[in-house]
């Protein structure tokens, strides 16, 4: 019997110092790890309390607002949400996707009057966002259509 | 009838059958009676083949261009060649649900099949389950993502997928983690109804661990093509990403794996009942919350998805499996006692329950991450997200761990080990572990963080550990097998893989697991670039030389491509030619322009020099070139392809055991 529960508080040790361990590992790295993520809206309501640190800030490119230079590999652009629009400043690989009017989440720091980014992501290809401004958008293309082209009727 | 009125009307009838088969299921679990049991049974037939004829009839309007459905418009267009018009399934919301929903089916008819003249005690609740899934799907799919809806007016062309999707990843990629998430419904639906019906023996352990099998192979699949599609296409320079989305489909991946072991302990020892029966529910439950994470749009991704209200349906299908499951669960919780203890520390109990917990706790620490921006804001009112870093650091001490279990386990007995045991069995692997580990601080390439050379080191050696341990069970079996039946060594390995394939299977599988190990440690060394080069100027990584040569068109009708021509020497030899390219595609009528690029690689079996064309110039030709030197990238595909292989050899078939099972 004093052998069976020497046994398990074996087990209790080891297994205890499994869980303390990860739970180390994951209560030390995760602060270093983490950033703001807010909204070009909710920055601009609070720009001090982001201040000098990196965040991820997202917002949808400002159309016609791209300058790119090819030959230093520098971009300018104006990022908005429904407020005012943040400027952006990038150096570097752009994704395929990035163009007017797309979503993005910028990572860098608020510097001097513009947003300094070091990484840009595009939403990704997968076309399931457009779905719901789908049937206006495709109203108008159809009233557009009826218009000029000619067309079968399936219905 | 048109297609789109008939996969309408069958999506409606389906719902319609799979609520009678429902109440059937349940009233023959009450009545216990053999012929409501086959009414049920047949009711699941039924609503796949209605579930079938939906998806047929969404193809033809796919295949022939009934643009006025909106789906059609949305996905296809007249250009696309015909086999992404059929992949154009699941390329978008409506239709991968559907596509789900059909997988679903054809699961639940196999079972039903597999099942028809046994078992009749456990399937009422089997179908009940399953049709209570597919009846979830089914209202989704009715009363708010309808793939049949149409347009009010008549249109007559579409927008097509993306080009960056039309690759032959999208015809693979989707379906095989779709088969993978949906096929934890099965396991899910024995666990229900050995729960349900109290029938908590060891037959449902087998039929569970049997599908749990299938859902991993595939989940296996998909994330490893998702990888490779990242790599080899996207031009993300990397494979993984720690992506909410990725990690939504890794997580159901580590919970099967550790349900897979602990699937063999209960087996053999009876032991750990309801911690299987808690893994199976967890599995399935992450492979709703993935879906659900992914499809409702709260966490942040690079693969977007609608922000749509069907995240608010998945929202309450999961609240709904959660608390009837787990009443269930504790409900039965007496009857799942173990019928044996653990005996020793060093055993192989042990070390599966080990394995388990880590398996776990990487699942946990993951998810965490995951959620973590959701938590902060719902806690404190700020979204903080959590990076790479932390899924890094924190992944890197849990994957050697469970490394290092890896080449255990088949050290250590069954219940206890003996010190002599132990020697024997430890003193080769152990010797080969200290020696690599030695040879390593010496002659291994130092990287500038002391704690990643720790890992570097731990990470090789532990691989040279595990695949001794394996290569002596072998050994040691085939040595048995030549001392009592004199075969030779070729025969003797191949009729040990047959004589026991989860075994041997599993240790191919291990295999697998060690070479992905290596490659992963290769990120440690790997290179980064970026070059402002004009033509015939010259740049230098590594030991690698590259001269920028030319930039010339590559142009047909869908596209029209820019290529930059680079050749490599390495040590000045010629080593190869690289055509990184940015790639412009025509858009058709509907289509929004898409640029695109394609990488560039040289590979060998030590490592990639992969290239991406950034941007280029054309008035002075100047270009930007990305190059990635990636140490050891081809041992993740290896090792990726043998780890399905060991699968196809665990799952095969035994004909020996179906008698038994019977």
């Known amino acids: 019997m004093n052998f069976k529960k020497l046994k398990n508080t074996q087990f209790i040790i080891a297994l205890s110092l499994l869980v303390v361990g990860i739970g180390i590992v994951v209560s030390t790295t995760l602060p270093q790890a983490t950033k703001y993520y807010v909204t070009v809206d909710e920055f601009l309501k609070a720009p001090e309390k982001y201040a000098q640190q990196s965040i ?18 520098t971009w300018t652009f104006k990022v908005m949400e429904s407020e005012a629009p943040i400027d952006v400043y990038y150096q570097g690989a752009m994704p395929d996707t990035f163009k007017d009017e797309v979503d993005v989440v910028l990572t860098g720091e608020y510097v001097g009057g513009r947003f300094v980014a070091v990484e840009v992501l595009a939403k990704c290809a997968s076309r399931y966002e457009e779905k719901l401004e789908a049937p206006l958008q495709m109203q108008e293309q159809a009233n557009h259509l009826s218009s000029e082209d000619t067309h079968r009727d399936d219905t | 009838m048109t297609p789109e009125k008939i996969g309408q009307y069958s999506l409606y009838f389906a719902l319609i059958v799979c609520v009678f088969g429902l109440l059937t299921s349940i009233f023959a679990q009450l009545k216990k009676k053999s012929t409501y049991v086959r009414i049920a049974r047949n009711s699941v037939w039924a609503v796949s083949l209605c579930v079938l004829s939906a998806a047929v009839s969404l193809w033809v309007c796919l295949l022939t261009g009934r643009f006025h459905v909106e789906y059609v418009h949305q996905y296809t267009n007249d250009t696309m060649p015909i086999i992404y018009k059929v992949a154009a399934l699941w390329g978008g919301q409506n239709g991968s649900l559907l596509f789900w929903l059909m997988i679903l089916c054809a699961y639940s008819s196999v079972v039903m099949w597999q099942n028809r003249q046994k078992n009749y005690n456990f399937l009422p609740m089997v ?8 009846g979830f799907f089914l209202i989704l799919i009715n009363f708010d993502a309808n793939p049949f809806a149409v347009v009010p007016f008549a249109l007559d062309y579409g927008k097509g997928l993306n080009p960056l999707l039309q690759n032959y990843y999208m015809i693979i990629h989707p379906p095989s983690l779709y088969l993978g998430f949906v096929g934890m419904s099965v396991p899910f639906a024995f666990a229900m109804s050995a729960l349900i019906t109290g029938q908590l023996d060891n037959r449902w352990i087998v039929q569970v661990r049997t599908w749990t099998l299938v859902a991993w192979f595939f989940l296996s699949i998909g994330n490893l093509l998702g990888s490779s599609w990242a790599y080899e296409v996207l031009g993300w320079g990397g494979y993984w990403a720690w992506d909410p989305v990725e990690n939504a489909a890794f997580i159901p991946w580590l919970t099967t794996s550790a349900f897979l072991h602990s699937a063999i302990i209960q087996e053999k020892r009876g032991m750990l009942k309801t911690w299987n029966m808690v893994l199976v529910i967890l599995s399935f439950i992450m492979t709703l919350l993935g879906t659900f994470l992914t499809r409702s749009g709260i966490v942040s991704s690079v693969h977007s998805f609608a922000q749509s209200n069907i995240g608010t349906y998945f929202l309450v299908f999961l609240i709904i499996s959660i608390g009837v499951s787990v009443g269930f669960l504790l409900y039965r919780l007496k009857d799942l006692q173990s019928q044996h203890e653990l005996d ?12 388990n917990l880590i398996f776990v706790g990487a699942a946990f620490a993951i998810l965490w991450g995951t959620l973590f921006p959701v938590l902060s804001e ?11 870093p932390y899924f890094n650091s924190i992944m890197v001490p849990i994957g050697l761990i469970l490394l290092f279990l890896t080449g255990v386990g088949p050290l250590v007995a069954w219940r206890k080990t003996s010190k002599e045991q132990l020697k024997k069995h430890f003193v080769w692997p152990v010797g080969l572990l200290l020696g690599s580990s030695l040879l390593l601080l010496f002659f291994a390439p130092k990287t500038s963080s002391l704690l990643s050379n720790v ?29 009592f039946f004199k075969e030779s060594y070729g025969l003797a390995i191949l009729k040990l893989i047959v004589s026991n394939k989860r075994r041997y299977g599993g240790y191919i599988v291990h295999l697998g697991i060690v070479l992905l190990f290596v490659g992963f440690t290769g990120t440690a060394y790997r290179q980064e670039k970026e070059f402002k080069l004009n033509p015939n100027q010259i740049a230098k990584i590594k030991d690698y030389t590259l001269k920028y040569e030319a930039l010339y068109p590559d142009n047909n009708p869908h596209r029209e491509k820019v290529v930059a021509k680079v050749n490599v020497w390495k040590d000045k030899v010629f080593f190869g030619e690289l055509t990184p390219s940015v790639v412009f595609y025509t858009p058709s009528r509907g289509e929004e322009a898409q640029q695109g690029t394609e990488v560039s690689m040289l590979r060998s079996v030590k490592e990639d020099v992969y290239a991406a064309l950034i941007t280029f110039d054309p008035s002075d030709r100047s270009i930007f070139l990305k190059i990635i030197i990636n140490p050891l990238v081809g041992f993740i595909w290896f090792g990726g392809l043998l780890l399905v292989l060991g699968g196809v050899v665990v799952m095969w078939p035994n004909r020996k055991n179906t008698a038994v099972y019977a």
């Open chain 1, 56 to 73: 991820k800030l997202a917002g949808r490119v400002v159309p016609n607002s791209i300058d790119k230079n090819t030959q230093t590999l």
């Open chain 2, 455 to 483: 890992y570097i080191n731990l990470s090789f050696s532990l691989c040279v550990f595990v695949t001794a341990s394996i290569f002596f069970e072998y050994k040691h079996g085939a040595d048995l097998r030549r001392k």
């Open chain 2, 127 to 134: 179908c009940a389950t399953l049709l209570s899934i597919a």
């Open chain 2, 344 to 355: 020793a520390i060093v055993s192989r109990e042990s070390a599966f329950l080990f394995n």
């Open chain 2, 378 to 388: 719902w806690v404190r009112g700020t979204k903080i997200t959590v990076g790479a």
